[in-house]
Nanobody, 118 residues
Framework: VQLQASGGGLVEAGGSLRLSCAASGSFFSRSAMAWYRQAPGKQRELVGAIGSDGGTKYADSVKGRFTISRDNAKNTVYLQMNSLKPEDTAVYYC?????????????WGQGTQVTVSS
């Protein structure tokens, strides 16, 4: 199982980026998918999550600016980030979690750097 994140980069404050995370394997459609981020010197935090039923939740700091979505046909989860702020600068990681054969699983992508300049 692999999660391949892409789409990070350098953007000015107020700009937009779209992150993608492509998953291998047959587990994607029944997994909850999420984006986390970790800034230097800080703990990793949840940015947004989307369940297998399409339900979503977001960190308060990104509500109204970020949108998480998934395309089960492409085994891909997206994070559309608008109105970016310098404090959004971090390495962004995608995560897949769920149950399989009665056991929980969690997989992480390699991370993609997002840098927002002021």
């Amino acid at each position: 199982v692999q999660l391949q994140a892409s789409g990070g980069g350098l953007v000015e404050a107020g700009g937009s980026l779209r992150l993608s995370c492509a998953a291998s394997g047959s587990f994607f459609s029944r997994s909850a998918m999420a984006w986390y981020r970790q800034a230097p010197g800080k703990q990793r935090e949840l940015v947004g999550a989307i369940g297998s039923d399409g339900g979503t939740k977001y960190a308060d700091s990104v509500k109204g600016r970020f949108t998480i979505s998934r395309d089960n046909a492409k085994n891909t989860v997206y994070l559309q980030m608008n109105s970016l702020k310098p404090e959004d600068t971090a390495v962004y990681y995608c995560n897949a979690a769920g149950l399989r054969a009665g056991a929980g699983y969690a997989y992480w992508g390699q991370g993609t750097q997002v840098t927002v300049s002021s």
